[in-house]
């Protein structure tokens, strides 16, 4: 018997392993100490978690301990990142590349910069999602000091080639970001073999606490430095300062833990799960049509449009499922996503869009029942639309002209 609502949005966020919350709980009574407090037990308690949180983090991603800044979550992260570097370097230079599908923490940060004088180039990127690498290249220049590029798209999981971008940030003497908030725990990830200086991490998307981040900043070869955007206490390496939040890094810590112990295993169940529904949408349905790279992508991802359906009549429709219309940042938005356009998929298309965000805790039945809930009410609706009556006839619809009254 599958439990209703069932939950399949977990690029928004994802539920908090019980274990994790396990892990949490004694900083959360008896073990309440501040992680700066040197003089005695509580602090020491909270400092030694915070400390093996950071060991399982870094190890999550091939990185040394040293190098990982615990902040408040993606989003600062990716302030700190893009910020930091802008306002270090900016004797060095003041171009900044990063690409028309970022998150909107990228997108925002570079904007608000270019307020400040710094010059940004918004790579595009083809009708798969993925940069042109000549693009790339052909972009820098001798003041560019930044390339931010995200691992894997949090609308459309399309992963991008972050190991051949790296190499070419590092020829050319650039450093780079990228935000690998969707990758990192669901997908190998790592940051030497992948030339990465920089990187973005977050808690709550691998079933950890909400609230607490991180940022890899690259000790050696070469030794990345940040200028602050959050100053007073000089805490984490005087690059992000304020009291730890300890039971959300000891969840994130566990968190990152699990993943990696589970990762090869975990990925090809959701990638099983994911292809389930893919072929019985695909098999049940016509004019479906999948978003953004099949290969390259990430395995629990399936973001899909259904022609002649109303998107928000089709999310009505399946109310009894949690599932995503664009990315969960900008969902009250009534426009077509900013992702899906920049892609070329037509405005008619984006706005039937469904993000399926397959997780750790779905189930085959879950998966089945999906399934069968949005064919049946994609059946219903198209045989309201007069659109899908007439494309089944074999009108052009782009060929009609459309009488308006007077």
């Known amino acids: 018997m599958v439990k209703l609502p069932i939950y399949m949005d977990n690029h928004a966020t994802t539920p908090l392993d019980p274990r994790v919350l396990d892990a949490m709980m004694p900083y959360l009574t008896d073990r309440f100490g501040n992680a700066a407090s040197r003089n005695h037990k509580f602090g020491w308690e909270a400092e030694q978690a915070v400390e093996s949180a950071r060991k399982e983090i870094a190890a999550l991603i091939g990185a040394d301990p040293r190098e990982i800044v615990f902040t408040s979550g993606a989003t600062e992260s990716d302030n700190l990142a893009v910020k930091g570097v802008a306002w270090m370097y900016r004797e060095k230079g003041d171009h900044i590349i990063t690409c028309v599908t970022e998150h909107k923490a990228i997108l925002d940060t570079c904007k608000h910069l270019e307020k400040d004088g710094v010059r940004i180039t918004f790579l595009p990127v083809d009708n798969k999602g993925l940069v042109d ?57 790592n940051v030497n073999e992948m030339n990465v200086d920089i990187a973005s991490l977050s808690a709550h998307k691998v079933y950890g606490p909400k609230g607490v981040g991180a940022l890899y900043v690259r000790r050696r070869s070469p030794r990345v430095l940040l200028t602050p955007i959050i100053d007073g206490g000089g805490h984490e390496r005087g690059m992000r300062s304020g009291t730890l939040n300890v039971p959300g890094i000891v969840g994130f810590g566990k968190a990152a833990q699990i993943a990696r112990e589970d990762l090869r295993r975990e990925s090809a169940e959701m990638f099983r799960l994911r292809e389930r529904l893919r072929t019985t949408l695909e098999r049940e349905l016509d004019e479906v049509y999948i978003n953004g790279d099949l290969e390259k992508r990430l395995p629990g991802n399936l973001n899909m449009s259904f022609a002649y359906v109303e998107g928000e009549s089709l999310l009505m429709g399946i109310n009894d499922i949690a599932v995503s219309s664009g990315s969960a940042c900008t969902s009250a938005s009534l426009e077509p996503s900013y992702v899906l356009k920049a892609l070329g998929v037509g405005e008619d298309l984006a706005h039937t869009s469904i993000r399926f965000g397959i997780g750790r805790f779905n189930t085959e039945e879950e998966v089945d029942y999906v399934a069968a809930r949005v064919i049946e009410v994609v059946r219903r609706l198209r045989e309201l639309s007069p659109l899908y009556e007439m494309a089944k006839e074999g009108i052009d619809l782009k060929s009609v002209h459309w009488a308006t009254e007077a």
């Open 133 to 189: 690498l000549d693009d790339l290249r052909n972009a820098i220049t001798d003041k560019t000091i930044l390339i931010s590029i995200m691992t894997a798209n949090n609308e459309v999981g399309v992963i991008q080639d972050i190991k051949e971008i790296g190499r070419i940030a590092r020829e050319r003497g650039v450093l780079f970001h990228t935000d690998a908030v969707q990758a990192a725990g669901k997908v190998p990830f």
